[in-house]
């Protein structure tokens, strides 16, 4: 039971470690997306100042919303998930502390019993029988626990693996829309020196 909690401990610290890490990134992409939105909001907010150029960043304003969006939907997604590993983590915890609590007592229990016990052959074997099933029990036990505890590594695996996947693009796009948000504020300064030109 000792080394099944202490598994889990290791797991849940693993899970929190890339919990705070991705949703970190996660948590500044939206914020950068969000920047930029404002900025160009803005930029286009200023009354007949950019003429042809007003369409062109609706359509990249709206693109960025989308991605506004969806970076916020990973980030609630990650808390969720995140929530959803401490509740099965406490969960755990407060299970093997009741059974470990239950054993104890049931081991103060069995020890007064056998000091009382009368010390003929019979009754040791009588006794011997007993204690292997309670072990053969508690054995059938951690073996169900730590199939689980392995079935949660694994599925943790999958899980950090999709979210690297998930950031990895993510960071792509946020880059992309970057590099265009330069290219959009050359291109209106272009035209802003242009207007001015002609005036």
Avoid: P
Avoid at 64 to 72: A, G, H, P
Avoid at 111 to 137: C, I, P
């Amino acid at each position: 039971m000792a080394r099944t909690t202490a598994e889990a401990d290791k797991l849940r610290a693993e899970e929190k470690a890339a919990f705070d890490v991705n949703s970190a990134e996660m948590e500044k992409g939206v914020k950068g997306v969000q920047s930029a939105l404002k900025v160009l909001n803005e930029y286009y907010a200023k009354e007949g100042a950019h003429g042809q150029a007003q369409g062109a960043g609706e359509g990249i304003i709206g693109l960025l919303e989308v991605v506004e969006s969806d970076f916020s939907k990973g980030l609630a997604e990650m808390q969720a998930t995140e929530q959803s590993a401490v509740s099965d983590y406490n969960k755990l915890s407060k299970a093997n502390e009741i059974e470990g609590a239950t054993k104890s007592q049931d081991v103060k229990y069995k020890t007064k019993e056998a000091k009382g016990l009368d010390k003929s052959t019979a009754e040791t074997n009588g006794d011997k029988s007993t204690v292997q099933q309670e072990l053969d029990a508690v054995n059938e036990y951690y073996t169900g626990i730590k199939g689980r505890c392995i079935a949660k590594a694994e599925t943790y695996a999958e899980r950090t693996r999709r979210r690297s996947e998930e950031i990895a693009g993510l960071k792509e796009a946020l880059s992309i829309l970057e590099g265009e948000a330069v290219l959009i504020q050359k291109t209106a300064k272009h035209m802003l020196r242009g207007v001015q030109h002609h005036a």
